[in-house]
């Protein structure tokens, strides 16, 4: 699971906060730098038979929220209560947001597979998620 994290984490750079302000809240848009040879090593350990974890995006979604939301614990509460922004799902695309316990912050994670990776992981369901975008909606 370090692995799979590791190079998740890696993928992602934090850039600089997005000068966008809504009334009484703050966005910070997390940059997001995908290194292809990153993203296909990946798929290539997955589809060796590790981390199987990596076919779920809600599981890739939890874990690129560890990263970016301190008050985010990753338990199964917090599974169950990770909503899925069903506007903007599709098949290689989701968005995940979940709310910290005081209510202060909001996370927006987005998670894609690429189907440029279906040639190594052998069939669709098998693609790896990675997460693209990360937004912190933080109330003032």
Known sequence: MRIAGALLAGMLAI????????????????????DRHKIENLQRWV??????????????????????????????????????????ASENRAVFVWTSPDGKASYRVTVERFEWLLPIAGEADSIVWVPTHAEIIAQR
Do not use: Y
């Open 47 to 88: 589809s060796a038979g590790h981390e199987e974890w990596c076919k779920d995006a809600r599981l890739v979604a939890m874990d690129e929220l560890r990263r970016v939301a301190p008050a985010f614990a990753g338990n199964e509460a917090d599974m169950e209560a990770l909503p899925l922004d069903a506007e903007q």
């Open 15 to 34: 850039g600089a906060p997005a000068a966008m302000a809504a009334a009484g809240e703050r966005r910070i848009d997390l940059k997001t730098k995908l």
